[in-house]
């Protein structure tokens, strides 16, 4: 269908203890484009003995890392963020060849990525322990003082996904990092390439031998052994549902910080400003034709003004750009064909069950033509499952107390968005949704990154953003001193 994008094979190998090394099996893993279906790539397909030294490497380490100061942690971050703005032209060509995204989101990505890491270290440098008086509590006197400090958790396994491979790999590494922890990095097969650069940006950038390191390899191998090794002590993922799901239930003891799943729904209220709404949905929905947990993934919208809003939606999909990454278009290849295949069936479940296609409904292998349909009811798949794909359901309600209630029988708790020029109706909305976020007047989406980003019920487990995520990497610590009076 697309000619491959031109680029030389890459051969990448792992960071372990401060060396590049490939695996002693002399095996590697092939990356293919979705592009095309060209070979981008190969990263070594290690062993679990190897897997067990660049953990062990980790924790040893790490000890060291803790006692480093923070002004000086800090000093390796604002390298690192320089480093990848140096290197974003050629990082970006990259990322666009493994996993189709246009260049300028790519760039777009890479940057943002440098300002989070520079922001992290800005805040880990302004975060301060405390001090607790004893007196304060009933029954004690002035002889007790609780000083609180943080401490590092150990090595951090952090597991990022295919779609945003530098931003949500920096976002797991940069505030282990500057909490003291060591990081092993296990990037997303399709997405390691980039992964493994980032992980040459922080080398580069002056992170000691050990704590930093990567694992590449073949989930069937190592998968389950990298979450249940005893010497990991937190681990970080995004990722599917599924896998969460599967990552909770064989660890026992290690604290988790997940961002999964989500069916994020856009309400449209009856006194909207609809081209607002329109606009907003439409990118929410199609950029990077849907491959994004906070993708806008259906339309609750009152009836009254469901007419007028389908003809808003339908003129600005009509507008997207299909093809190919390298023309800036806005809706591309899946990521490969097996999630191709899972969009159509939910596409064809619609059309079965009577779902009014508006748009689109056509396929090229593994490229998913803009979608759109009308009239979606709620024993229809698409109405529950989350497709990861541009296509888009509209589900018509009678008032926003419908919305809510079939906003808040998915199985997901990520974000929803509400369109409304009344704050009142606003908050009534907000409040009642069982969601991590709720936009006003705006599309589903994470950022700005020092805001709370977390999911409910199947979309995650605890709360990230700058400092929460140095938070939830780090734990206090009580010293009480005695005082003899």
């Known amino acids: ?54 953990i062990k490497s980790a924790d040893e380490a790490q000890k060291a890392w803790r006692n480093v100061a923070v002004n000086k942690r800090a000093e390796i971050l604002y390298k ?6 140096e290197k974003a032209d050629e990082m970006s060509s990259i990322m666009m060849r493994e996993i189709g995204k246009d260049k300028k989101s790519c760039e777009s990505e890479i940057l943002r990525s440098a300002d989070y890491i520079r922001f992290t270290a800005d805040t880990a440098k302004n975060l301060s322990g405390e001090s607790i008086p004893g007196d304060s509590f009933p029954g004690f006197k002035k002889n007790k003082i609780s000083v609180v400090t943080r401490e590092p958790l150990g090595v951090v396994l952090a597991i990022s996904p295919f779609n945003y491979p530098v931003n949500l790999a920096a976002s797991k590494i940069a505030p282990a990092l500057i909490a003291g922890n060591s990081v092993v990095l296990k990037p997303a097969t399709q997405g390691s390439l980039c992964g493994l650069y980032l992980a040459k940006v922080f080398e580069q950038a002056g992170v000691p031998a050990g704590v930093l390191n990567t694992i590449t390899g073949r989930g069937s191998v190592i998968g389950d052994y990298i979450v249940k090794h005893p010497d990991v002590d937190f681990i970080n993922f995004t990722g599917s549902t599924e896998i969460g799901s599967r990552i909770s239930s ?6 988790l910080l997940m961002e999964l799943g989500g069916k994020d729904a856009a309400i449209v209220l009856e006194d909207a ?21 906070t993708a806008v993934k259906r339309i609750l919208v009152v009836d009254k ?41 939910l596409i064809e479940d619609a059309k079965a069950k009577g779902a009014k296609l508006i748009l689109g ?60 020029e009344n704050i009142n109706e606003a908050f009534y909305v907000a409040d009642r949704l069982e969601v991590g976020t709720v936009q006003v007047n705006n599309k589903t989406e994470r950022g700005p990154d020092h805001f709370p980003f977390l999911g409910v019920k199947a979309s995650g487990i605890g709360t990230q953003g700058i400092r929460y995520s140095i938070e939830a990497m780090s734990r206090p610590k009580a010293t009480v001193i005695n005082l003899n009076r």
């Open 1 to 54: 269908m697309f000619s491959c994008i031109k680029g030389k094979e890459l051969t990448f190998k792992n960071l372990v203890n401060g060396e590049w090394t490939s695996s002693e099996s002399d095996q590697f893993i092939e990356i293919y484009s979705p592009i095309g279906n060209c070979l981008v790539g190969k990263v070594p397909a290690m062993t679990k003995e190897e897997v067990d030294f660049a």
């Open 80 to 85: 690192a963020a320089d480093l990848l703005i």
């Open 250 to 255: 064989i660890t026992s003891m290690v604290p």
């Open 273 to 293: 400003d609809l081209d607002v709404a329109a606009s907003n949905i439409v990118a929410g929905a199609y950029s990077y034709s849907g491959q994004r947990c």
């Open 305 to 345: 003004v469901a007419d007028k809003l389908l003809e808003k939606v339908k003129a600005k999909v009509e507008a997207l750009k299909v093809g190919n990454p390298v023309d800036g278009a806005d809706v591309v290849p899946l990521i490969d064909m097996k999630s191709a295949d899972f969009v159509w069936e």
């Open 361 to 420: 409904g056509n396929r090229e292998e593994n490229l998913i033509y803009p979608t759109l349909f009308d009239n979606v009811t709620t024993d229809m798949r698409l109405a529950w499952e989350e497709p990861f794909g541009p296509v888009l359901p509209i589900i018509r309600v009678k008032d926003k107390d419908e919305a809510i209630e079939i906003a808040n029988k998915s199985e997901y708790g990520l974000q929803s968005s509400v369109f409304t």
